[in-house]
């Protein structure tokens, strides 16, 4: 059975269609020879219904309608702004300020596609003038918004900790180490490049254009107190810290910037309308073709085949490395993590894992395998914004994948670098 829904599936994604066909398609052909016929169909609609039903998913059209809100607005210009004061003069500033950026607005949004448009759009020509080339332009904005996946609200990590029934608190605050430590490394090496160009440096900002651009960047920082120091000062549940966010950008955008219009809200309104129905069509597709999967006992099998059990903590989570960055480099994200933790986490649980430790290690690699050739989803966003062919969009790529690639290894070595935080916040 699990060779035809695999056929099935990818004769469907091959003629063309999106990816959720594919997995109802899979998820219906499973339940039809499951329970020879579609009697029991009715089981499918209710495990559909029941993937979408945590309250917790709530949050995630509640940051998808707020970082649309702030990427119309004026948030991430002001973000912008403010890193650039403060780092802009260095050599290679003016990388390490578009990937500071991308972070900054990447922990406002935890939308990656909002952060390409936020950030790239005003940044790409200002970094083309100084003198880089665009490869490594569209390379490090693709690349840096991907953060966006680790650093707090990550989708990604409110989508795992639904699936897996994992404290999405916890998660949050566990992106927040290999988050920075990426942007680190990030910033070393547009160093390094700018150096080996001699690419020029920005002027330096005096302490009064600086302390007028944190002041203009004040009201954008809120974001990040909001959803951080709300979470962690008990002050709001995750999904209540989206609640506010919403509430905070429309205060901003509207009210305090004046950049936005009833209009322009009804407009935004629709646009999150629109994605958020595609992204609950997928879970709700997803948590069907899992529950098929997990019946036929399918996972067990291919797990067993490749002896998993025997591999210990390490083997375990190379192995999971491994299977989420190639799924994500061409499948969407959101469908991967649908799919492969269920089938990886009786592993996980044998093997005596900490599932925000290796939450934190999922998440890392969707972020990877979306700005990874052939099919990154990040990749097509950086083509359809910049205009740019598909192979002038890859070709800066290899640097970033190798500094992803050590952070990886350095996780699964140095599990403390995702749980320091979360286990100061959490007394544990």
């Not at 899979?26 to 029991?40: K, S």
């Not at 879970?283 to 098929?292: C, D, E, H, Q, Y």
């Not at 002038?392 to 992803?404: K, M, N, Q, Y």
């Amino acid at each position: 059975m699990g060779w035809t829904i695999f056929s099935i599936m990818v004769v469907l994604l091959l003629m063309g269609f999106p990816m959720m066909i594919p997995l109802m398609a899979g998820a219906a052909v499973g339940f039809y020879t499951l329970f020879n016929g579609f009697g029991q169909m009715e089981t499918m609609v209710q495990q559909m219904m029941a993937g979408i039903r945590p309250a917790s998913l709530i949050a995630v059209p509640m940051f998808i309608f707020a970082a649309d809100i702030m990427t119309r607005g004026q948030s991430a210009g002001r973000l912008i702004d403010l890193v650039m004061a403060f780092i802009g003069h260095l050599r290679g500033g003016l990388a390490m300020a578009t990937a500071s950026a991308c972070t900054m607005f990447g922990a406002v949004s935890g939308s990656t596609q909002a952060t390409v448009v936020a950030i790239g759009s005003p940044l790409r020509p200002r970094m083309l003038k100084a003198g880089y080339k665009d490869s490594y332009v569209l390379a490090l904005i693709v690349n840096a918004s991907d953060i966006a996946f680790l650093i707090p609200p990550s989708i990604g990590m409110i989508i795992y900790g639904v699936v897996s029934n994992t404290s999405i608190a916890e998660l949050f605050i566990a992106g927040i180490g290999p988050g920075l430590l990426i942007l680190f490394l990030f910033s070393i090496y547009a160093w390094i490049y700018a150096v080996r160009n001699n690419v020029p440096t920005e002027p330096k900002s005096g302490w009064g254009d600086r302390l007028l651009a944190l002041q203009r960047a004040l009201w954008p920082l809120g974001f990040p107190v909001i959803i951080v120091g709300g979470i962690y000062g008990g002050i709001f549940s995750p999904t209540e810290a989206a609640a506010a966010c919403v509430l905070y950008a429309i205060i901003l955008e509207m009210f305090i910037f004046r950049e936005m219009t009833l209009r322009d809200l009804y407009e935004t309104a629709k646009s999150t309308g629109l994605i958020t129905a595609v992204v609950f069509i997928l879970v709700a597709a997803g948590a069907a073709f899992s529950w098929v999967i997990s019946f036929a006992q399918i996972p067990q099998a291919i797990l067993s085949g490749i002896g998993i059990d025997a591999m210990g903590q390490i083997g375990v989570l190379v192995v999971i490395s491994i299977a989420f960055f190639i799924g994500c480099m061409f499948v969407d994200p959101i469908v991967v993590i649908l799919v492969l933790v269920p089938i990886f986490a009786p592993v996980v649980n044998a093997v005596g894992l900490d599932p925000v430790h290796v939450g934190t290690l999922i998440v890392l690699q969707v972020a990877i395998g979306s700005a990874t050739p052939p099919f990154g989803c990040d990749i097509f966003t950086a083509i359809a914004v910049f205009k740019r062919p598909y192979i002038e969009v890859i070709r800066g790529t290899p640097p970033f994948f190798a500094i992803l690639f050590c952070v990886s290894v350095a996780l699964i070595f140095f599990p403390q670098i995702a749980l320091f935080l979360r286990d100061l916040a959490f007394d544990k």
